[in-house]
């Protein structure tokens, strides 16, 4: 490579703005976050843009590069023809801060609102012991660097706007990862079903197609928790057991995952 | 400018920094019942810890039992080259496997040992496997865990807000002042305590491994308050960064690639480590390939010299690209797709498969990775109580990367996220007891917020001047080619020379925009901190007149005896320069420094430091 690109940048804040057009020099192995910065050293000062590993690990320099959301950091720009411009802007999910950041702050208020990890007691010895095919499920889960590229393409939270009824993919991957953790002992079944609204996804797996960390957002958090609601609250044969033991539901976190698509109501 | 009507936050204790030990630090001083907030740079999780890679280590003994904390003591004393401070040592080592189970018990899920308990893997200068890790993104764990434990305790998160300067009721610490990064607005925190968690100034220099964040910040404004630095001269070079393409020249590669197995290979195809075995170490490293290759199955075999020290690996890198015999884009050949099988790298080492695929379109399942030295670590920082975390101002604490002690003039890997738990818990506890013993809460003297905001206004407020990034890309070019890896006494001095003007030109530049989310503005406060950490580093290189560990002078070289019994302690002068002083080591109990120099077959005999205690 080597010679100029074009980047056409959005610009401007809360209140509107624009594209702008930035010719600037680029070299082999780029990526467009590097062109980005080139830009912001030595035409734009102001140029507002989140980014810190530049190595695909802290999901910061999440935006939307010729239509598709994606870490700039991880983006080459030999991935588009050579001539053409390349069109960068905010993520759409979330309102504009300046230029290519956003107000991500929702995403950490929903954080907040799932049950934190509870571990059962420890063997006799003080020792937690897990295998590691038991742990390998949740540890695809937490390869999360929450980036919310999986938030921003949702169409619950995108188009429908229904922030109030949906936490979203990343945390429904938070969890799924919770609740298949072999030491946690805490019930997030009933929150799964209504305050974080599982059954509003409709398995479009666009999340999952965005994922840069390639989790398995929709076959294997959302779905196995589908399927969990629909065992507690919607299997005749559990709901009698659970009412001959006196509460709602079973040990449902202790029932076998199948991996197969779930008739789960959409 | 009315300070009455600047937004001001109350708490008792102020966290700078929410990498692990900001968060750790902020845990334990909200669970000893203090108001504490964090403040940090970044949004939260995305903090410089994300980057570690390889592992924590700590003596849990799971993978070898063998293992406990006066082996891990030896090594990073060994590591250190013995100028690490004794006690901080010794806490570290019979500290941090609680620190690492307590992080199991929150929540963090790491890999396991076939009978289900934490794995542990090799690493460089460790004598057993001793780091608990997740893949090669331990980091992100560590800081998802502690973030997500830490918000459900009642601290106050003040995210994307830069810290600016520090307050003062006479000697002892008021609180800190800052600014919204969203807005630009300004901000004051009234605080008895002060935690610095602010990590090192990676970002002087060209290549390195760090983050835009690394700017020093917490260097600066403990500097500034008048609290001592030490062992600023010991700047880690990681001998793994990528060097190909030249856009992710310095991004970090783990040295978990050689704890797995990998190897060094010079464009000959020669394992060349072998060549540059240090005498200290060569009782304990295999001496010919042979050897290596029947490590660690065979109890006789000694280990690769691949894993040896960072300091030792990175000089040798240097040595073999300046003889002719580099990779086509100037660093060496890390090879680990001839040593084990695809899925067992991709399962070990995901993210580094992902990252070369991705930045340098190599298969590291199929092909060697091109690799040089870059940037990586301050062993150096704030100086500390070993026990407390304090410095010598009365409410200013450090820990992490952002205080001295530890690891002496070189850091073993793995050492450093076990140091952000161990010590962040230490300087929170320390800030509560701290508190606990005011009489009466520090008010800051008049003008010192005003002339904080007056500074970092002046570069938004004035007509013209030069631009921030640029100048930055001169401080790293300055420091890459005169306080590299190698240095001499010549180039030092015209480094410091160099920086003087450079100083002076940096309080001056300019930034375009308004306030509201403005990079330049940014860039041209955090340049101030960067140019006062270049200049205590370069300062204190000159200063040191011999080669150990991290920090190699061509002019004298090799260890100097005197020299082994002094650490420099730099302050801010009355003409704001750097004075340097140097600072008798103090004696540690006996038993410690018999452990430190016993040969291991004594130690592990149970003939030297059977008397230690256990506890700490």
Redesign the interface.
């Given at each position: 490579m080597g010679g100029e690109r074009t980047l056409r940048i959005w610009r401007g804040d809360a209140s509107g703005g624009q594209f702008v057009s930035y010719r600037t020099p680029v070299e082999e192995g780029m990526v467009v976050l590097d062109a980005i910065l080139r830009i912001q050293a030595e035409q734009a000062n102001d140029l507002a843009v989140r980014w810190n590993c530049k190595a695909g690990k802290c999901g910061s320099c999440s935006m939307e590069i010729e239509g598709r959301p994606r870490l700039a950091c991880m983006t080459r720009l030999n991935l588009y023809p050579p001539e053409a411009a390349i069109t960068v802007q905010p993520l759409k999910a979330f309102p504009v801060i300046k230029d290519l950041v956003t107000d991500v702050s929702w995403n950490y208020e929903q954080n907040r609102r799932i049950p934190p990890f509870q571990p059962g007691a420890r063997d006799p010895d003080g020792q937690y012991r897990m295998a590691q095919c038991d742990v390998d499920r949740v540890q695809e889960f937490r390869k999360c660097i929450e980036c919310f590229l999986c938030q921003d393409v949702c169409h619950i939270l995108r188009d429908r706007e229904r922030k109030d009824a949906f936490v979203g993919p990343r945390f429904m991957v938070r969890l799924a990862s919770l609740e298949m953790h072999p030491l946690d002992v805490a019930d997030r079944l009933p929150l799964i079903k209504e305050a974080f609204g599982v059954g509003l996804c409709n398995i479009t797996r666009c999340c999952t197609e965005v994922c840069p960390e390639h989790i398995q957002i929709t076959d294997n958090a959302i779905i196995p928790l589908k399927e969990r609601v629909v065992d507690r609250y919607y299997d005749p044969i559990q709901r009698l057991l659970g009412w001959l033991r006196g509460r709602r539901g079973g040990t449902a976190r202790k029932l076998p995952m199948s991996q197969g698509p779930a008739s789960a109501p959409a | 400018m009315d300070v009455s009507e600047i937004q001001t936050f109350e708490h008792d204790v102020l966290v700078i920094g929410a990498g692990g030990a900001g968060l750790r630090a902020a845990i334990e001083a909200k669970a000893q019942g203090m108001d504490t907030a964090v403040v940090c740079k970044?949004?939260?999780?995305?903090?410089?810890t994300?980057?570690a890679e390889g592992g924590m280590a700590a003596a849990l003994g799971n993978a070898d039992r063998r293992d406990n904390w006066k082996i891990h003591f030896r090594d990073t004393m060994r590591g250190g080259k013995f100028l690490n401070q004794w006690r901080m040592a010794e806490l570290h080592a019979k500290l941090a496997p609680a620190r690492v189970?307590e992080l199991?018990?929150?929540?963090a899920?790491f890999?396991?040992t076939p009978?289900?308990?934490i794995a542990q893997r090799n690493f460089g200068g460790h004598r057993y496997p001793r780091l608990a890790h997740?893949?090669d993104?331990t980091?992100?764990?560590m800081i998802?865990t502690l973030q997500?434990?830490a918000?459900?305790q009642g601290i106050t998160f003040h995210?994307e807000c830069t810290a600016l300067g520090l307050l003062k009721d006479g000697e002892r610490i008021a609180g800190a002042c800052g600014y919204w990064r969203?807005t630009g607005r300004l901000v004051v925190f009234r605080t008895k305590a002060v935690i610095l968690a602010t990590g090192g100034a990676g970002k002087a220099w060209r290549v390195t491994s760090n983050?835009?964040?690394y700017t020093g910040d917490g260097f600066a404004m403990a500097y500034e308050a008048g609290a001592e630095l030490m062992d600023m001269e010991f700047t880690q070079f990681h001998p793994t960064g990528m060097v190909?393409?030249?856009?992710?020249r310095g991004?970090?590669v783990t040295e978990g690639v050689r704890g797995e197995g990998g190897v060094l290979l010079n464009s000959r195809g020669e394992r060349f480590m072998f060549r540059y075995i240090p005498e200290r170490f060569a009782a304990e490293t295999a001496a010919t390939i042979e050897e290596a290759e029947r490590w660690p199955d065979d109890p006789q075999a000694r280990r690769p010299p691949e894993l040896l020290t960072r300091d030792v690996v990175a000089r040798a890198i240097r040595a073999e690209v300046k003889e002719g015999r580099g990779s086509p884009h100037g660093g060496v050949f890390l090879d680990i797709a001839s040593r084990r099988p695809a899925d067992y790298i991709r399962r070990k080492l995901?993210?580094m498969y992902?990252?070369f695929k991705?930045?340098?379109e190599v298969d590291i399942t199929r092909q060697p990775m091109e690799v040089g030295p870059t940037l990586h670590y301050f062993m150096g920082g704030v100086r500390v109580d070993p026990d407390t975390q304090m410095s010598n101002v009365p409410g200013l604490f450090a820990c992490g990367e952002c205080a001295a002690g530890l690891h002496g003039a070189n850091r073993l890997g793995g050492n450093s996220l076990s140091d952000l738990l161990v010590f962040g818990a230490l300087a929170g506890s320390g800030a509560a007891a701290y508190v606990r013993g005011l009489a009466a809460t520090p008010k800051p003297e008049p003008g010192q917020i005003e002339a904080i905001f007056r500074q970092a206004t002046s570069y938004l407020n004035r007509e013209s001047g030069e631009?921030?990034?640029?100048l930055h890309?001169e401080l790293q070019d300055l420091m890459q080619s005169l306080v590299g890896i190698v240095r001499t006494g010549e180039e030092l001095a015209q480094a410091i020379e160099r920086l003087q003007e450079l100083k002076q030109r940096a309080r001056n530049v300019k930034?375009?925009?308004?306030s509201?989310?403005?990079?330049?503005?940014h860039?041209a406060i955090s340049l101030q901190s960067l140019v006062t950490s270049a200049e205590i580093v370069a300062c204190a290189a000159l200063a040191r007149e011999e080669s150990r560990g991290a920090h190699t002078r061509l002019d004298f070289e090799g260890e100097r005896e005197e020299w082994g019994k002094v650490n420099l302690v730099v302050r801010r002068g009355a003409d704001g320069r750097p004075q340097i002083a140097r600072v008798e080591r103090p004696r540690p109990p006996r038993y410690l420094e018999e452990i430190a120099h016993a040969t291991i077959e004594d130690l592990e005999a149970g003939r030297v430091g059977a008397d230690a205690p256990d506890e700490v």
């Open positions: - | 970044s949004l939260l999780g995305k903090a410089h994300v980057m189970r199991e018990e929150w929540g899920v890999d396991r009978d289900g308990l997740v893949g993104r980091g992100l764990e998802r997500d434990y918000v459900h995210m969203e983050s835009w964040e190909w393409p030249p856009s992710v991004t970090l995901p993210s992902h990252q991705e930045l340098a631009n921030p990034y640029l890309e930034a375009h925009g308004s509201q989310y403005n990079p330049g503005w860039q």
